[in-house]
């Protein structure tokens, strides 16, 4: 099993270029699904979860070939199974995306339940309260969700809390329901707009995508497109901090900079530099860190992608900083994993108090989830010594060359397969 070595110390420092975003590209490779015409999607990461759901959508018919490692065409006049359930779809969260657009097309669908980053309960009663209220029944059976319907019909749906799978499941479905639907308290992320933005390229009636109340017109039928999926503010954000932490100087590049405000907002607070351009951002930190408070919310609050990678850096932060997890009750797994580096990091309920440490130091160490994973690649990086990262499958999920793009921005980091390897590196490295 392979893992990570890497030799802390160095600066990062460089330019970077920011794949297509895994949240925006997962939904709009399902919604290939609801035409029968060829769709061209160009910027698609090569990452282990589009993969997975490239693999499910062959498995029911969809033909899928590559121009080349970024550019996918889907064809799916020749789908051939509703039942979406094989091994592999299980482990990733987006498979619930096929379900709301096989409902659209063809009034019915089953899908396995959900797997995805073991970071809270992470329940689907809004997907479903969503499609039933557009007509379908609704079961939960043999770990399956079945949803049918004779039609589907326009409808107005309030969220009881803001979730952007819900939001776009219940948008695929009613782009091909009858009528007119309005979601309120919709989710605001960017994804959720560019998934909004694809399905009206492909002849969809979608407006208000990006405010707490979209509304969409049902169409009869959607056709083929091309289409460009946005940059991962996720990855730009985690290679941001990679920055902070390392006391480096990087520049994201292929970056919508509107979607990372709240993000370059808490770097600034923390005391680095940071300048933005047309279509790139440059993070230096020269300065010591400061503490500040952080809490996730929603779009265009701070995201949860982005709190383990926070906590990172204020773990070497001057004073004592405090980070509330608002969206998911499971995700400071990561802080015990920190802890064995040198953190000094408290969690009380969905709060982290921390207080900041002159360094990290090299330890083992384990990865419980993808940004978690992330997050303590970037905190290895800034330890003294030698870090062995375990479980770096999560990693590898989301984010595409990790290990390679930083090792072009200075970084000592290898993939290793065994002790033997990993002793090399840090006979090399030393
Ligand atoms: C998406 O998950 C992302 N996953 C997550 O990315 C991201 O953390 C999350 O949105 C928030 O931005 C994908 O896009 C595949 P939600 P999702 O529905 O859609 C509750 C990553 O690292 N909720 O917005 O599952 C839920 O429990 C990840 O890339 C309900 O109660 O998130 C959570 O507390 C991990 N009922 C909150 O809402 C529902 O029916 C937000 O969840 C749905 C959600």
Redesign the pocket.
């Known amino acids: 099993m392979e893992q990570y070595a890497i030799r802390g110390g160095n600066p990062l420092v460089g330019d970077v270029e920011i794949a297509g975003s ?2 925006a590209v ?2 709009i490779l399902a919604a290939c699904a609801m035409t029968d015409e060829t769709v061209y999607i160009d910027n698609v990461p090569d990452v282990w ?1 589009v993969k997975t759901m490239l693999d499910a959508m062959q498995g029911i018919g969809v033909t899928v070939s590559r121009a080349n490692r970024h550019k996918a065409m889907l064809n799916a006049q020749d789908i051939n199974n509703l039942i979406v359930e094989n091994e592999a779809i299980k482990k ?3 498979s619930y ?1 096929l379900l709301g657009a096989l409902l659209g097309r063809y009034k019915m669908a089953q899908v396995v339940l ?1 797997g ?2 073991d ?11 969503g499609f039933r209220a557009l007509g379908a029944e609704v079961v939960i059976e043999h770990g399956l969700i079945k949803a049918k319907a004779r039609r589907l019909v326009g409808s107005h749906i309030y969220m ?9 499941n219940i948008m695929m479905a009613a782009a091909l329901a009858e009528g007119r639907t309005i979601i309120e308290n919709a ?1 605001k ?1 960017p ?1 959720v707009v560019d998934v909004a933005n694809f399905l009206s390229s492909m002849g969809a009636n979608i407006k208000g995508a990006g405010t707490d109340v979209v509304r969409i017109k049902g169409v009869s039928r959607l056709h083929g497109t091309e289409y460009t999926i946005i940059p991962d503010q ?1 990855e730009a954000g985690t290679f941001m901090f990679a920055a902070a932490i390392t006391k480096g100087d990087v520049t994201v590049k292929n970056v919508i900079p509107k979607h990372l405000e709240s993000i370059t907002a808490k770097l600034l607070e923390i005391g680095c530099e940071v300048k933005e351009k047309d279509d790139c951002i440059r993070v230096v930190s020269s300065k010591p860190l400061m503490h500040t408070q952080v809490k996730t919310l ?2 265009p609050g701070f ?3 982005m709190q383990p990678q926070i906590t990172a850096a204020l773990a070497l932060a001057e004073g004592t900083s405090i980070v509330t997890e608002s ?3 499971n995700r400071f797994k990561y802080v015990d994993e920190l802890t064995r580096m040198g953190a000094g990091i408290k969690v009380e309920g969905n709060t982290a108090i921390i207080n900041g440490v002159e360094k990290y130091t090299g330890a083992s160490i384990t990865v419980p ?3 978690a994973g992330a997050a303590l690649v970037i905190a290895a990086l800034a330890a003294e010594g030698c870090t062995m990262v375990d479980d770096i499958k999560y990693i590898e999920r ?1 984010y595409e060359d990790f290990h390679i793009k930083l090792r072009n921005l200075g970084a000592q980091i290898e993939l290793v397969e065994t002790e033997k390897d990993y002793q090399k590196f840090k006979l090399k490295t030393g």
Not at 119 to 129: C, E, F, T, V, W
Not at 160 to 168: E, L, N, Q, R
Request: overall charge negative.
């Open positions: 895994k949240n997962l939904p979860d990733i969260r987006a995306y959900p995805g980053c970071i809270g309960s992470r329940a689907i009663d809004q997907h479903l309260k009881d809390g803001v979730s952007v799978g819900a939001t776009i989710a992320e994804h996720i929603p779009y995201p949860t992608d969206i998911f009750e989830d993808l940004r989301g």
